[in-house]
């Protein structure tokens, strides 16, 4: 069994920064993909970045190009989302996950195998 623990979010004025976390279990990790979406109420899931097992391999949606990072620390069994300049916009529940058995990145919610509970980000205009 994987799990997935996301921290770091919570509430933030635009232009602010918050850095969300995602630890795991330890034995799958350093082999993996993982991935950063979100989901605003009423809206889909959406794609916000990924990282492949190196961390020398990264892909961002469009809307958080330049703003957002996301990095891993194998050693620590934790990927992060760095966002900084944030924009109402970006309010939404974040949700970390893993592709087991594949250490490339991918960018669709159905190529994910296991999911956090997720933490919320808001940003206050």
């Known amino acids: 069994q994987v799990q997935l623990a996301e921290s770091g979010g919570g509430l933030v004025q635009a232009g602010g920064s918050l850095r969300l976390s995602c630890t795991t279990s330890?034995?799958?990790?350093?082999?993996?993909?993982f991935g950063w979406f979100r989901q605003a109420p009423g809206k889909e899931r959406d794609f916000v970045a990924t990282?492949?097992?190196?961390?020398?391999?990264?892909v961002y949606a469009d809307s958080v190009k330049g703003r957002f990072t996301i990095s891993r620390d194998n050693a620590k069994s934790t990927v992060y989302l760095q966002m900084n300049s944030l924009k109402p916009e970006d309010t939404a529940v974040y949700y970390c996950?893993?592709?087991?058995?594949?250490?490339?990145?991918?960018?669709?919610?159905?190529?994910?195998?296991?999911w956090g509970q997720g933490t919320q980000v808001t940003v206050s205009s």
């Open positions: 996950a893993v592709r087991l058995g594949y250490a490339t990145p991918a960018m669709a919610v159905t190529n994910y195998d296991y």
């Open positions: 990282i492949n097992w190196s961390g020398g391999r990264t």
């Open positions: 330890g034995r799958t990790f350093s082999n993996n993909a």
